[in-house]
């Protein structure tokens, strides 16, 4: 074989990396890890946290993040603060002090090596009443302590059903954004779960998915304009293991995953995190 066939195939081999590492219009894929209220130790969560950065390690073309309970943060971010695995929080509080029993407030999070927190995950929302007004208040708190709010969304099975999911999206964006400004916007994730696939096995077709994002990205369109729409991140989240994030991560609108279950073993992780590989 000549040289120049050689060079070709290298080439061809390197533009096929690039296209598949990242997603359209340059965004690059965030894959967050959330732990729920898992595990049950330290030690259990400082082992799965040092194991999640060792087989990351190397991975440069993906965001990482894992998010988790609170208890766990220090210790957990003693393991990856020199890694390229990033800290989440699963919640927050809107007041930054005072006498609010139980509640964490962003500066804390801040504090402890937080980047991402969690805003209205569906579990909030349906057990502990997280009603979209606070959920609002949560996320310009998080941009304002400047941590990058995801921002979860999601249609129940009956609205799925229904065929309501655009319409529940589109009160969530709307709802859930007020007066959030362009300029904090850029910093906005929205992670799209739908609440049937969470945890139950069931995944909703890529495509569907893939409909549901595009629409999303639409609604941000039409209320921060053309160039912040392109730049936002909008992961999926719903039974995401490593046989089907490749066909998700294949939709043009979806830029990364929140995965529960498969995120509490390093292995099945790490596989969803290298899912171009
Ligand atoms: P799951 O959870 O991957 O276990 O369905 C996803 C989530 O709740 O973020």
Redesign the pocket.
Known sequence: MNLFLVLCLVCAQIALSFKLNMVADGRRPLMGG?W?LNPKTTLEATNLATEVAKLTKGVTDVDICIFPPHPFLVPVYTKIEATNVQLGGQNCYFESEGAYTGAVSTCMLRDVGAKYVLCG???RRSLFKDDDGAINRKVKKVLKEGLTPVL?LGETKEEYEAGLNHEVCAVQVMKDLKDVTPEEMLNVVF?Y?PVW????GLVCPATVAQEVHQFIRSLVVKKYGTEIGKKTIIQY????KPDNVKEIMGMPDIDGC??????LNAESFNKIVRFNQ
Do not use: D, W
């Open positions: 959330n729920k995950h569906s579990e979860c992670a779960e696939a969470i945890g139950t989240g719903g039974s995401v929140l995965v529960g279950g498969a995120a």
